[in-house]
C-alpha cells in the first residue's frame, strides 16, 4: 500500500481534498496513477482513508475522500524526544528516520551547554521524517519543533514522566526501570553529554537521571535506544 499526506480534514465525508505538489508528482509520474484509481490517504494525525483519483493533475492532484478506514496508529502514551543535534547532521537525520519508524510524537532539537550544532533546516528534516512516514505506513506524523536552547525547554510543562539520560560511572537506574507506561518526555544531550548545572538544573525540576545501559553511546544511538525503549515497555 502507497499512503500519501494530506492535511486535516474538517469537512464531513465524502469530500473533495487536493494533493500537495510532491505528493501530487510523485502520485502523477511516479507511480502513474490514473483517474478513477483508489489510494490511501492519511492526515498525519492517525486517520487512514480511502480515496479516488479526480483528475490527472501531477501539481494539485483532486481526490475524492471516500470514508475512514481505521484510526491507525494512535497510542495509548505519548513520547516525546528532546535531542541535542549532531555535529555531522546525517547522524541527527538518521535517528529522525528510525525513530518515526519505531513510534514517537514529538521531537524538539535541543540546544545545550557542550553543542557543537546550534542550526538546522527543519524544512529538510521535515521532508525526511515525512518520507520515513511514508515508508513504514505510519498514519501518525511526528511533530517536528523548531530548535531550543535547554535553559528555555525545561522550564516548560512536560506532562507524564521526564527522564534525563546522563552518562555516569555509576548510573544506577535504567530507563527500563524507571519507566512507568504513560506519557514520556526524555532528554539526550550532545556529543559533550549535559553539562552538570544541566543536569541538575533537569533533576531540579523533576526529570529522573537514567541510563541506558553500560555502553558510551553516540548521541543518536542514545536516542534511538530510549525510543525503542519506551515503545517496548508499552507493548508489554
Known amino acids: 500500500m502507497q499512503l500519501y499526506y494530506i ?3 474538517l469537512a464531513p465525508l465524502p469530500c473533495a481534498v487536493t494533493l500537495g505538489n510532491e505528493e501530487s ?3 502523477m509520474k511516479v507511480l502513474r496513477m490514473r483517474t478513477g ?7 498525519g494525525l492517525g486517520n487512514l482513508f480511502e480515496g479516488k483519483i479526480l483528475g490527472q493533475d501531477i501539481k494539485n492532484c483532486p481526490v475524492m475522500l471516500l470514508n475512514v478506514l481505521a484510526e491507525n496508529g494512535k497510542r495509548p502514551f505519548k513520547l516525546h524526544m528532546a535531542v541535542a543535534p549532531t555535529k555531522n547532521i546525517a547522524r541527527f537525520e538518521w535517528f529522525l528516520e528510525k525513530a518515526t519508524e519505531i513510534g514517537v510524537d514529538e521531537i524538539t532539537p535541543l540546544i545545550c551547554e557542550h553543542s557543537e550544532r546550534v542550526q538546522i533546516r527543519t524544512d529538510r528534516l521535515q521532508k525526511i521524517i515525512l518520507s520515513a512516514a511514508k515508508q513504514s505506513l505510519k498514519t501518525l506524523l511526528p511533530v517536528l519543533h523548531e530548535p531550543i536552547k535547554f535553559d528555555t525547554f525545561i522550564q516548560m510543562n512536560h506532562p507524564g514522566s521526564r527522564f534525563v ?10 530507563l527500563k526501570s524507571a519507566y512507568i507506561k504513560g506519557d514520556c518526555t526524555v532528554l539526550i544531550g550532545p556529543e559533550g553529554d549535559f553539562s552538570r548545572k544541566e543536569l541538575e538544573t533537569a533533576i531540579h525540576l523533576g526529570f529522573s537521571s537514567v541510563s541506558l545501559g553500560p555502553s558510551r553511546l553516540r548521541t543518536e544511538t542514545a536516542a534511538l535506544v530510549a525510543c525503542h525503549t519506551i515503545n517496548i515497555l508499552n507493548e508489554s
Open 37 to 43: 484509481e483508489t489510494i490511501y490517504l492519511s492526515d
Open 7 to 9: 492535511t486535516p480534514v
Open 25 to 27: 508528482f510523485h502520485c
Open 165 to 174: 539520560a546522563y552518562v555516569e560511572e555509576h548510573q544506577p537506574v535504567h
